[in-house]
């Protein structure tokens, strides 16, 4: 009966729901004029606000690894790091006890720095690390406190080699909606501490290095620039491909001494099988965000992919048909930061001033499987 009465009511609109009805109309009609256009609350008209990168930066650590200085170590050549990974060298913490939150404050600060504002304008974090300081709480708190911003909310974003590309959809939303003005999406990263550095380990050890990279997304003065458009992707049918099994709380205890001899504390890479999705993945979500735009490649200036390998890369942007002297490739110098290389190289592109004016495609792949894809306009 009720059900009735509410369909009835639906079917013969009384004159307040039939002014709500040309009301919505015309909001509609208003909208496909000027999809920048939305209503807020009480029929008041605000225009969606478009979010960009307003300041981009990175700090890495001082102390220079080579893969010469590795061969010391263990059982590997600067020929087979370099042939199968582009990699010559990569930076670690100068000393133990400097976490991700650590690297990522001088990061922020010079992000905020260009982007024009001042650390007391950030209202919100958005902290993407797979290797965070401390098993909790997360390195978003840690970082909060370290830049002194009082109670501002922070996320911890956990999707590894994605995980800027994450972060940066999260605060594109939130700058939108009109939730937060200036959000910080940090990718920060301390793997030296948790390499195996033997002969087991030399495939996956060889490749990391440590650094961070942060960007200020706040308020894009200008409509027709900022971030177009973030796409995400994951599936955790690969998880056991590239991960590291221990110290596991479905184990009582997390971790135990036979464990530890096993080497579960250590990441564990199919390597062969990461690389065969990555070149896949990273050209399909590249393609997906262009289409999302309306741009074909010939419209990239620059591409910002992520550093796992700069094998995966040329496939890639041969896949995509993308010239070399547009793809940002650094992870010769730094290794693979997982999610700290897109910053990093975003910042790598603006002070070699490649953004003034660019349309920047960038796309990673990593463990998760996680895979993401951005298009910015500078
Ligand atoms: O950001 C996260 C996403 N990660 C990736 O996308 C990484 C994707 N995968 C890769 O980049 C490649 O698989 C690697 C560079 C990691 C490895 O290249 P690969 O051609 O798959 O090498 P492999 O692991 O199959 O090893 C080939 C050989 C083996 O020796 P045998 O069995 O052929 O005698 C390894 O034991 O190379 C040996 N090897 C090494 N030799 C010297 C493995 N690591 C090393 C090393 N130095 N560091």
Known sequence: MRLTLLRQAAFFPTRGRLAAVVRNFKQFSARRRNPLKRDGPLGM????????????????????????????????????????????????????????????????????????????????????TLSPDVMFPGSGVLLQNKLGLESVPALDVRNQCSGFLYGLSVANAWVQ?????????????????GLDFTERGRAVAVLFGDGAGAALVGVSPDPE???????????????????????????????????????????????????RWAVEKMPEVAREVLADTGLTVADIDVFVPHQANLRINQFVAAALDIPEHKVVNNIGRFGNTTAATIPIGLSEAFEAGKLENATVLSAAFGSGYTWAGALIRF
């Open 225 to 275: 620039k900022g971030i177009r458009s973030v796409k995400l992707h994951s599936d955790g049918s690969g998880a056991e491909e590239l991960w590291i099994p221990a110290p596991m709380s479905k184990n009582e205890p997390r971790i135990t001494h036979e464990m530890l001899d096993q080497g579960l504390q250590y990441p564990h890479m199919n390597g062969k099988q990461v690389f």
């Open 45 to 128: 008209t605000r225009r969606m606000r478009r979010a960009h990168i307003l300041g981009v930066a990175h700090y890495v650590p001082s102390r220079v690894v080579t893969n010469e200085d590795l061969s010391k170590i263990m059982p590997t050549s600067d020929d087979w790091i370099f042939q199968r990974s582009g990699i010559r060298e990569r930076r670690f913490i100068e000393h133990s006890g400097i976490g991700a939150s650590d690297l990522a404050v001088p990061a922020c600060k010079q992000a905020v720095e260009r982007a024009g504002r001042d650390l007391a304008d950030v209202d919100a974090i958005v902290f993407a």
């Open 177 to 193: 909606s009109g939730a937060y003005d200036n959000v910080l999406v940090v990718g920060s990263e301390v793997h030296s501490t």
